[in-house]
């Protein structure tokens, strides 16, 4: 029987994603990305920004945990290799090819702030084409981490060949399920504490590869079992006050501060707060939510797409926004909040019917219903 609870967190905390980016893009406390804000922090407070503290410590680790129990779900129908297969399909291809057909687009407003300063001067045409597919990967690191872990996860499955570890997870009470925050605060600890500007420091900060295999492992091992998905469900509310409570003392005490550096993500508050929210937003949608209607399974399935191609509607109409109008900020807030909830869905509806980009992008290779 599906379980329609975790197709709800999922598209949820996708529209989330969508949200927190068209903050993040005008975000001025110091985060990498995005085009910046309209005046140095505290000079301007920009306390919209509050949704980067509030959404970031949790939503990407929720979802990789959602992933590690769908998983499960699936190799208890799929053969490994049937279940790989398919993986390596919609992740990978949209992960790689997807960046030369499509997210090349992305990568030209990443770069066109550089190139504007002369930095492609001389620079041949298909290098620039290069530079601008991988610089267009943007959300898509989600997706290429996703099947690396898939990878993995065939061979961690080797060593519980019998799933006897899997079992004993199954055993966890709410206690031992809130003490596994302690690894969530592990997790964060693998990041360069000062990343060198020039090596691969940052990326690993942001691809975060052991961080997200113990959410990944986790969703796999633990959260995949019914008594466990009850446990949290029974305890929802007070998960939920507590996470409520750790986030405010968190923003409260940190607000203006860069929220995606290792030293901050490694505060024991920040990921007591991430975590709690993670078991909240299981135990509130597992008591909650768990139907389903047209909307909701219209989400379902369209959720990945507007992953995928969301960010481009972001980089574009907010670089244009900024650059060339005089609109007031509210002003861009509102028309890109409305824009990335609008276009995204018609962007994905026209590319997904298009055979050959529908499994470049998406990695599907059925025709639309």
Not at 141 to 158: D, E, N, Y
Not at 343 to 358: C, G, H, K, M
Request: charged share 15%; net charge positive.
């Amino acid at each position: 029987m599906r379980k329609h609870w975790i197709d709800n967190l999922r598209w949820v905390t996708v529209l989330l994603v969508l949200f927190y980016h068209v903050i993040y893009f005008y975000n001025n406390k110091g985060v990498f990305g995005g085009i910046g804000g309209f005046g140095e922090y505290p000079e301007c407070p920009q306390y919209q920004d509050v949704v980067m503290y509030i959404l970031y410590p949790w939503f990407m680790p929720l979802l990789f945990i959602l992933a590690g129990v769908s998983a499960r779900y699936a190799l208890q129908r799929k053969s490994a290799k049937e279940w790989f297969k398919t993986r390596t399909r919609k992740l990978l291809v949209p992960g790689t090819i997807g960046l030369f057909v499509f997210h090349w687009m992305v990568g030209y407003f990443n770069t066109v702030v550089a190139d504007n300063q002369g930095v492609f001067d001389g620079v041949p045409g298909a290098v620039k084409y290069g530079i601008m597919a991988v610089s267009g990967t943007g959300p898509l690191w989600f997706i290429q981490l996703l099947w690396l872990l898939s990878l993995l996860l065939l061979l961690v499955r080797a060593l519980d060949g019998k799933d006897r570890f899997w079992t004993w997870c199954g055993k966890a009470n709410i206690v031992w399920i809130i003490m596994l925050g302690v690894l969530f605060w592990l997790g964060e600890k693998t990041l360069v504490q000062d990343p060198r500007p020039d090596s691969a420091d940052g990326l690993l900060n942001l691809y975060k590869p052991v961080f997200y295999l113990i959410c990944f492992l986790l969703g796999y091992f633990v959260f995949s079992h019914d008594a466990v998905q009850e446990k949290v469900k029974q305890a929802w509310i007070p998960l939920l006050v507590c996470a409520a409570l750790a986030g405010i003392v968190l923003i409260v005490t940190t607000f203006g501060q860069n929220n995606t550096t290792p030293q901050y993500m490694g505060t024991p508050l920040n990921c007591l707060y991430g975590w709690l929210m993670c078991l909240a937003m299981m135990g509130w949608f597992s008591a909650r939510f768990d139907r389903t209607g047209r909307f909701a399974g219209y989400m379902t399935r369209s959720s990945y797409g507007l992953y995928i191609v969301h960010y481009l509607v972001v980089a574009s109409l907010g670089y244009m926004m900024k650059m060339y109008t005089q609109l007031p900020p509210v002003v861009m807030y509102l028309i890109l909040t409305v824009a990335v909830f609008t276009l995204s869905p018609l962007l994905y509806e026209i590319l997904r019917r298009i055979p050959f980009v529908r499994w470049c992008v998406f990695g599907e290779k059925k025709k639309p219903c």
